[in-house]
């Protein structure tokens, strides 16, 4: 099956500066990544996401990047805040029959990355 | 919020005893997923259900886990017998049939302690 390894398991960083967190999977067939925000005691929300047919995908001061050959992707931060302190994961999974609305499920995740932004 | 709803949030029991968690989906999901998270680690797959019809078990849902969703809506997973081993965090996921992996929505989870 499936597996993702995620680095670092922690990260500090000062307010203001970039952070990134990395993953590799590997299944090829992997064709989904998202990436997920716990903060401490509540739900994993997804904070941006990409599919294999993307090489980038950037929202606000959040971006991902995929390599398909190297089978790793990577979550980029710029201009951290404290606010963006919690644990990040990275997951990946095989979505079939994209263009006809997807029909997979299971999400494989890495162990997680506890950020710290401190002012 | 009308999102996805787990109950109880908390849970201590003692170990051999049976606990029942209950999670309640967006109403318009047909697909409901149980997932299992241990401090420091991230959450694993345990089962999932499009409608009420049980369609994976991973290999971690041991025989004295069970699982339901016997009118296509809400969900229970059971666990009998409980371990120490068993603590952990219990997360239910739903998602529209259409969009499976991407359209996940996580509930707040049922924290587990068996002392």
């Known amino acids: 099956g499936e597996n993702v390894e995620q680095h670092p398991s922690t990260l500090s960083v000062q307010e203001g500066d970039s952070a990134v967190i990395k993953c590799t999977y590997s299944d090829s067939a992997s064709n989904y990544f998202p990436w997920y925000k716990q903060e401490l005691g509540k739900r994993p929300q997804l904070i941006i996401d990409i599919r294999s047919n993307v090489g980038e995908k950037k929202d606000q001061r959040i971006a991902v990047t995929l390599n398909k050959t190297a089978k790793h992707f990577s979550l980029h931060i710029t201009e951290t805040q404290p606010e963006d302190s919690a644990v990040y994961f990275c997951a990946a999974s095989i979505v079939v029959g994209i263009s006809s609305g997807g029909s997979n499920y299971k999400l494989t995740f890495g162990k997680g990355t506890l950020l710290t932004v401190n002012p | 919020d009308t999102g996805v709803s787990q109950n109880p949030r908390h849970k201590i029991t003692k170990r051999g005893q049976n606990v029942t968690f209950r999670c309640d989906p967006i109403?318009?999901?047909?697909?409901l997923y149980w997932y299992r998270q241990t401090l420091g680690q991230g959450p694993e797959f345990l089962t999932y259900?499009?409608?009420?019809?049980?369609?994976?078990k991973s290999r971690l849902l041991s025989d004295r886990f069970s699982a339901e969703r016997p009118k296509g809506s809400f969900s229970t997973l059971e666990i009998q017998r409980t371990e120490q081993g068993d603590s952990a965090m219990y997360l239910c996921?739903?998602?529209?049939?259409?969009?499976?992996?991407?359209?996940?929505?996580f509930g707040s989870g049922t924290r587990l302690t068996v002392v």
């Open positions: 259900f499009q409608n009420e019809a049980q369609l994976e």
């Open positions: 996921a739903s998602s529209p049939l259409r969009r499976g992996a991407r359209g996940y929505t």
């Open positions: 109403s318009e999901h047909n697909r």
